[in-house]
């Protein structure tokens, strides 16, 4: 049974990057059939996906936040990585790591982390 | 503002039956399958539904799901106090590759 874990500063300053790093256990991130995923949950609001990584490299973001966004992977640690460039206090949210299963015809996240609350504030 | 479009409450008596609508468009719901998950207070989301209907082992069959064009649908019998909690639907959106969106969600309150 796959387990995820959000780890990283729950404090970060306007302008400057979020960075947050998912380490999976009872599986591995080189896993074909996921797609490392990031979502967001802003405080009394709903899910916003941010993005998602595959094995091969490929990443798909939100539109919305494409030009900030990078996430990667770290096969040697078994983690994957969430990097937000130049936030505001609008990027102030829960942010969740989970597995989003591949090729299916709805979007299937099994397993979610418990999440990790991230504020932005100087 | 959320894509897919989702009542900001339900509200129900225990041992009721309640509906959560999720309506979108042709390029999400229209060409898509539906997802469903539920977040009890204070925990991360639980996958309830995929693929319209289809429920995930441990799931009981109180939850059921359907989807008809635009429109899916969450079904919950037998309310318990257990069942309070947001519930969101999830879709891709077929103008880019692997894009998920979600409804905006829905509290349901057990009365």
């Known amino acids: 049974q796959l387990q995820l874990q959000e780890s990283g500063p729950g404090l970060v300053k306007p302008s400057e990057t979020l960075s947050l790093t998912c380490t999976v256990s009872g599986g591995s991130v080189s896993d074909r059939t996921y797609y490392w995923a990031w979502i967001r949950q802003p405080p009394g609001k709903g899910l916003e996906w941010i993005g998602s990584f595959y094995f091969s490299g490929n990443t798909f973001y939100n539109p919305s936040l494409q030009s900030r966004v990078t996430i990667s992977v770290d096969r040697s640690k078994n983690q994957f990585s969430l990097r937000l460039s130049s936030v505001t206090a609008a990027d102030t949210a829960v942010y969740f790591c989970a597995t989003l299963k591949v090729g299916m015809t709805a979007p299937k996240f099994d397993y979610w982390g418990q999440g990790r609350l991230v504020t932005v504030s100087s | 503002q959320s894509v897919l479009t989702q009542p900001p409450s339900v509200s129900a008596a225990p041992g009721q039956r309640v509906t959560i609508s999720c309506s979108g468009s042709?390029?999400?719901?229209?060409?898509?399958?539906v997802s469903w998950y539920r977040q009890l207070p204070g925990t991360a989301p639980t996958l309830l539904i995929y693929?319209?209907?289809k429920r995930p082992s441990g799931i009981p069959d109180r939850f059921s799901g359907s989807k008809s064009g635009t429109s899916a649908t969450l079904g919950i019998t037998g309310l318990q106090t257990g069942d309070e909690a947001d519930y969101y639907c999830g879709t891709w959106d077929s103008r880019l590759s692997a894009y998920v969106i979600f409804g905006g969600g829905t509290k349901l309150t057990v009365l």
């Open positions: 042709n390029s999400n719901i229209g060409s898509n399958y």
């Open positions: 693929d319209n209907n």
